[in-house]
């Protein structure tokens, strides 16, 4: 089972980009989501994540900009990017705790299958 994110890409600063996350996962809908971002010679942050009831959380360089989101149907989660900024470049990575039903998960270690990333990059 994997996770596989898509979306990523070139936008100048001030544009917006989509990104998704979709498994084969059953378990997925009960899961908290997570989006992380890892920069050059940075540690992995948090960037939002998301329970099975859409409540949500947001980093604080994410809040009023990311709006992240679940289709449980379709068995994705999504992280519409707006006014995005230089310092938004990264690879950004899906994750699921496998291990969580119904609640929400805030760290990178207790989260258990991760998606290879995603590279957005904004430049001018």
């Known amino acids: 089972v994997q996770l596989v994110e898509s979306g990523g890409g070139l936008v100048q600063p001030g544009g917006s980009l989509l990104l998704s996350c979709t498994t084969s996962?059953?378990?997925?809908?009960?899961?908290?989501v997570g989006w992380f971002r890892q920069a050059p010679g940075k540690e992995r942050e948090l960037v939002a994540t998301?329970?099975?009831?859409?409540?949500?959380y947001y980093s604080d360089s994410a809040k009023a900009r990311f709006t992240i989101s679940r289709d449980n149907a379709k068995s994705t989660v999504y992280l519409q990017m707006n006014s995005l900024k230089p310092q938004d470049t990264a690879v950004y990575y899906c994750?699921?705790?496998?291990?969580?039903?119904?609640?929400?998960?805030?760290?990178?270690?207790?989260?258990?299958?991760w998606g290879q990333g995603t590279q957005v990059t904004v430049s001018s």
């Open positions: 994750a699921q705790d496998t291990r969580t039903n119904y609640g929400m998960t805030y760290v990178a270690p207790a989260y258990d299958r």
């Open positions: 996962a059953r378990t997925f809908s009960f899961n908290p």
């Open positions: 998301i329970n099975w009831h859409s409540n949500t």
